[in-house]
């Protein structure tokens, strides 16, 4: 079966979307993406592609996982998340076993909140608040965006301490991914989000920020902005 899967994606290989896909996702000397290798596959392909194959030996699925292609590992991540209710502990310990080709922001974002995110909703989240204390910028992420899947069920307390965690982050895609978070806080009940805002907001990277009251209406955005509240 997994030479079948892999005959599928080389037929849809891209080489002109491939290009565009290294400059967009930062491949280049120095960037946060460098090395990594595209085919230039669109997602809707290879989510068709994860439901075809999504009987794929674990051990195939890990064969993903490690691959340079970028698309392979996605693939790889969508069928652990297609999988994940059948057997939870063993996707789970695939998952974070291979944190280390999760490695790019997409790659994140399909699968934290669906994987880790899920698998501890009611467990210690302990191994959460190691991952936003980490240097590797993805591990942060996946802490932070693990959290969605606590505020999707109205639990917002892990999502606001590791927020604080990473208030001084560095890197721009945390600014993101913490103001993403607090957005989807605010979308659930605005009273909590603002409660946090309140207490933090002048300290915040100005890009956390403008995510976290992207909602917001205009006179309340503009008065965070402007340090009035």
């Not at 310990?93 to 399909?110: A, F, G, S």
């Not at 208030?167 to 409660?195: I, S, T």
């Amino acid at each position: 079966m997994f030479k079948y899967l892999i005959n599928d994606l080389e037929k849809l290989r891209n080489s002109e979307k491939a290009i565009n896909y290294q400059r967009f996702f930062k491949t280049g000397k120095g960037e946060y993406g460098e090395g990594d290798i595209f085919y230039g596959i669109v997602v809707p392909e290879l989510r068709k592609i994860s439901k075809k194959y999504k009987s794929l030996e674990l051990n195939d699925v890990e064969k993903l996982l490690k691959n340079e292609v970028h698309e392979f590992r996605m693939i790889g991540l969508f069928i652990l998340s297609l999988r994940f209710k059948s057997n939870e502990k063993e996707i789970y310990d695939c998952y974070m076993n291979n944190l280390v080709r999760i490695n790019n922001w997409d790659l994140v974002d399909v699968s934290a909140p669906n994987i880790p995110g899920v698998y501890l909703l009611d467990k210690d989240k302990k191994i959460l608040y190691s991952l936003a204390k980490s240097k590797n910028l993805w591990e942060r992420r996946i802490a932070m965006l693990s959290c969605f899947a606590f505020i999707r069920i109205n639990q917002y307390e892990d999502a606001l301490k590791i927020s604080k965690i990473l208030l001084k982050d560095e890197h721009d895609l945390m600014h993101k991914a913490v103001g993403w978070m607090l957005r989807e806080v605010g979308k659930r009940n605005l009273n909590v989000e603002e409660d946090f805002l309140k207490k933090h907001y002048k300290n915040m990277p100005r890009t956390m920020l403008r995510y976290a009251i992207e909602k917001f209406d205009e006179n309340k955005r503009q008065r965070y902005l402007k340090g009035e509240i």
